[in-house]
């Protein structure tokens, strides 16, 4: 079983240039989710979705859209791309609707440069 | 809004020292999860706690969960280097429904 899939793994970018990260998981999971990873600062959520057709807010979502286009997949997209934006980008998958209280398995991530 | 935060943020320690992480919430828990991610890598489910009080082993790892379910701990007995990594806690955010992560205890083990 692949799991969660992210595409691409590594990516450089030019500030103002605008890009989708794609995930896509194969455990028939309901809840899907973007998480950030910078340096000493954890992980943090930028926008979730418990099922297919909706989308939540995380905590960091400025500058980011989201798209749940069926069950399987779930897209970031970055508009116009700031140095700020450069992080590690991680995309996890857990079973429910209610993901607070289950386990969350997540991609290898996406390594984004913002120059 | 809820914090989880962990300490120490990083730990040296020599192969076969035990090590310990403390993770600490500002609002009572549901649950707890640990995850830990290797260098390089993406994080990975280790355990959950539900109950106030639990104690959870998984060969030389050790995981409690607070009376007060604000506190958790993860211990970890003679360490060896493929334990190196970073060990993150996380909590459900009391706004919904996701999970909010500490900041992860970075543990480094010297052989």
Known sequence: NAGVTQTPKFQVLKTGQSMTLQCAQDMNHNSMYWYRQDPGMGLRLIYYSASEGTTDKGEVPNGYNVSRLNKREFSLRLESAAPSQTSVYFCASSEGTWGSNQPQHFGDGTRLSIL | ?111
């Not at chain 2, 320690?13 to 707890?32: A, H, K, P, R, W």
């Not at chain 2, 030389?60 to 993150?88: C, W």
Request: charged letters at 15%; hydrophobic letters at 30%.
């Open chain 2, 1 to 111: 809004g809820q914090q989880v935060m962990q300490i120490p943020q990083y730990q040296h320690v020599q192969e076969g020292e035990d090590f310990t992480t403390y993770c600490n919430s500002s609002t009572t828990l549901s649950n707890i999860q640990w995850y830990k991610q290797r260098p390089g890598g993406h994080p990975v489910f280790l355990i959950q706690l539900v109950k106030s009080g639990e104690v959870k082993k998984q060969k030389r790892l050790t995981f409690q969960f607070g009376e007060a379910k604000k506190n958790s701990s993860l211990h970890i007995t003679a360490t060896q280097t493929t334990d190196v990594g970073t060990y993150f806690c996380a909590g459900p955010h009391n706004a919904g429904n996701m999970l909010t992560f500490g900041g992860g205890t970075r543990l480094m083990v010297k052989p």
